[in-house]
């Protein structure tokens, strides 16, 4: 079956501009992740989304950094006036929720980003 | 604050051998551990978990063994292949999050 896809797979962009990255979970999934992969380095939470509840933001390193979770399904993560810094791998997670707890995280193939 | 980590940042074997990447948490109160698999440009990919209820959980050529005394988890890869060449994360889980060590480089050689 269709595992989670991400879009684009790389993105360069000037310091300064907005970017958009967007995820596509497995289908059914009702809780959805974001995490941010430096080079080198583990992954760190971003924020979490689990059906229609008020998502976990506390992962979101500045206001620069936004999410939204459309019908449920798909998720945009926007980086406002973005910074070097936020040169990273974007990946997104999905998983499914039962008896209170969510499940296994599959994960996306990533986004790539490079600020200038 | 609570942490997960690894002991070593690379491995190096040699195909054929077996594989142990080792893994401390400090969250005593964690009761759910899951290793990842991170091959060069890709996502992580679920290897094996194990809940705090369990010392040890076999799939196919890989073992995790959680020593709760003592706060280590470790994954063995038997029969190690080169495409088992990839960096592998320990990760705990929380209610709903999950939080990563920075991971061991498993490099093996044919």
Known sequence: GAGVSQSPSNKVTEKGKDVELRCDPISGHTALYWYRQSLGQGLEFLIYFQGNSAPDKSGLPSDRFSAERTGGSVSTLTIQRTQQEDSAVYLCASSSYRGGRTDTQYFGPGTRLTVL | ?110
């Open chain 2, 1 to 110: 604050g609570e942490s997960v980590g690894l002991h070593l940042p690379t491995l190096s074997v040699q195909e054929g051998d077996n594989s142990i990447i080792n893994c401390a948490y400090s969250n005593s109160a964690s009761d759910y551990f899951i290793w990842y698999k991170q091959e060069s440009g890709k996502g992580p990919q679920f290897i094996i978990d194990i809940r705090s209820n369990m010392d040890k959980r076999q799939g196919q050529r890989v073992t995790v063994l959680l020593n709760k005394t003592v706060k280590h988890l470790s994954l063995q890869i038997a029969a190690t292949q080169p495409g088992d060449s990839a960096v592998y994360f320990c990760a705990e889980k929380g209610y709903s999050t999950l939080t990563f060590g920075k991971g061991t480089m498993l490099l093996v050689s044919p």
